[in-house]
C-alpha cells in the first residue's frame, strides 16, 4: 500500500504538527489525549494522500495504530525524556501482518515536542520485571539488539524458550558482585514468584529440608571454613529471589544443632556433615529435578543429571577444609 521510505516521510509531517499542537494547546497534555491527537492527524496525512485507513484503537494490540503493514506504537511522558517502559518481549498481543513497527514519542516537560523513530532502534533495555519488557528510547546510543548480536526481526519471531537465553545473558552481564537473577526460567509465566515474602522459620518441616536440600544442592561453598565470609549470601539469595522465602541466618540452615542433631541426639563431630548427611535423600531429588538453567546461574555450567552429584562432591572437596565431603556423603549410590 505504501513504501516505507514514503511511510517514514508521513510520520516526520506527523511529528511536525503534533510538535506545533503540543506548544499551543495543552488538550493533548495526558497520554489518551495525544494518543488520539495521533490518530487524527495520521488520518488527515493519509485522506490527504488519497489513502482510507480506519484508525479506530485495536482492542489490546500491539503496536497502538496500525496502517497496512505497518504500525506505530505512541508513547507519552509528562517529563522531560524521551524514554518509557514498552511491551512484553514475548509481543503475545502483536497483530498479524505488521513488518514495520515505529514509535511515535510525545513528551511535553522540559520543550514540547514529538519524534518517531524505527522501533528496532528505539529498544535499548529491558526491564526484567516478572515478564521481562522492552524499555524504549528515541535516538537511543545504543540499540539492545546491538548487545544482543541479533536483528530485532530475527528476535521476535522466536520462541518464548528460545528468546529467554538471550536475556538472561543480558541481564546477567549487568549485574552487580552479589546480584543474582530473581527469575531464569525460560518461560517465566509458568512459576510466579509469591508477592509474599515467607520467612524460613514459619514453614513446615517437609518444606525445610526441601529448602535446605536445594540450597546445598546449588550451593556446594557453604562446606566452605566456617570463618569464610560469605559462603551462605548465595543460599539466602536463591531462596528470597526464587522462592520469596527470607532466611535472616542461612548458616543455621546447616550448623545449628536443631539440623544436625535430627538423625542423632549425640552431640559434636561436623554439623554441617551431619546436616547434609540428613537431608541426602531430598538432596539426591534435588539433583534429579532442578532445571538447567539453575545450575547454570549457580554453577556457572550446565552438567546432566547422572553427572551432578559427582560434579558436585568435585566442587565440595575443593572447599572444605578438614574433611573430605566425597567420603561420607552419597556413598551408597552409584553416580
Not at 506505530?72 to 498481543?93: C, L, Q
Not at 565470609?229 to 520469596?244: P, Q
Request: aromatic share 12%; proline share 4%; glycine share 6%.
Amino acid at each position: 500500500m505504501i513504501e516505507r521510505m514514503l511511510f517514514e516521510k508521513l510520520l516526520t509531517k506527523a511529528t511536525e504538527r503534533l510538535s506545533q499542537d503540543l506548544n499551543t494547546s495543552s488538550k493533548y497534555h495526558n497520554s489518551r489525549g495525544f494518543e488520539q491527537r495521533v490518530r487524527e492527524v495520521l488520518g488527515d496525512l493519509l485522506t490527504e494522500m488519497g489513502l482510507s485507513v480506519d484508525m479506530s484503537p485495536p482492542a489490546q494490540e500491539f503496536p497502538d495504530i496500525i496502517i497496512g503493514n505497518f504500525g506505530v506504537e505512541v508513547k507519552y511522558s509528562d517529563n522531560n525524556t524521551w524514554r518509557s517502559i514498552a511491551n512484553s518481549i514475548f509481543e503475545g498481543s502483536r497483530k498479524q501482518g505488521v513488518d514495520y513497527v515505529y514509535l511515535l514519542f510525545g513528551k511535553t516537560g522540559g520543550v514540547p515536542d514529538a519524534k518517531w523513530g524505527r522501533y528496532e532502534e528505539c529498544i535499548m533495555h529491558v526491564r526484567t520485571s516478572h515478564v521481562p519488557r522492552f524499555e524504549v528510547e528515541i535516538n537511543a546510543k545504543e540499540p539492545l539488539f546491538d548487545k544482543l548480536n541479533i536483528a530485532y526481526n530475527d528476535f521476535r519471531v522466536l520462541s518464548p524458550e528460545e528468546k529467554m537465553p538471550f536475556i538472561r545473558k543480558y541481564a546477567k552481564n549487568r549485574l552487580k558482585p552479589g546480584e543474582r537473577l530473581w527469575w531464569i526460567d525460560d518461560q517465566p509465566d509458568e512459576r510466579t514468584l509469591p508477592l509474599e515474602v515467607r520467612l524460613y522459620t514459619k514453614l513446615s518441616q517437609p518444606e525445610k529440608r526441601k529448602y535446605r536440600a536445594e540450597s546445598a544442592v546449588l550451593c556446594p561453598q557453604i562446606v566452605k571454613s566456617s570463618r569464610a565470609s560469605g559462603k551462605y549470601d548465595d543460599v539466602t539469595m536463591f531462596l528470597l529471589t526464587y522462592y520469596g522465602i527470607l532466611c535472616n541466618q542461612a548458616r543455621d540452615l546447616f550448623s545449628a544443632g536443631s539440623v544436625a542433631m535430627r538423625a542423632s541426639p549425640v552431640r559434636g563431630g561436623n554439623y554441617l556433615e551431619r546436616a547434609l548427611k540428613d537431608i541426602e535423600k531430598e538432596m539426591i531429588k534435588a539433583f534429579d529435578e532442578l532445571e538447567d538453567a539453575l545450575f547454570e546461574e549457580y554453577w556457572g555450567v550446565i552438567i546432566h543429571r547422572n553427572e551432578r552429584i559427582k560434579y558436585w562432591l568435585n566442587l565440595a572437596d575443593s572447599y572444605a577444609v578438614g574433611w573430605i565431603p566425597s567420603e561420607t556423603l552419597f556413598t551408597e549410590i552409584e553416580y
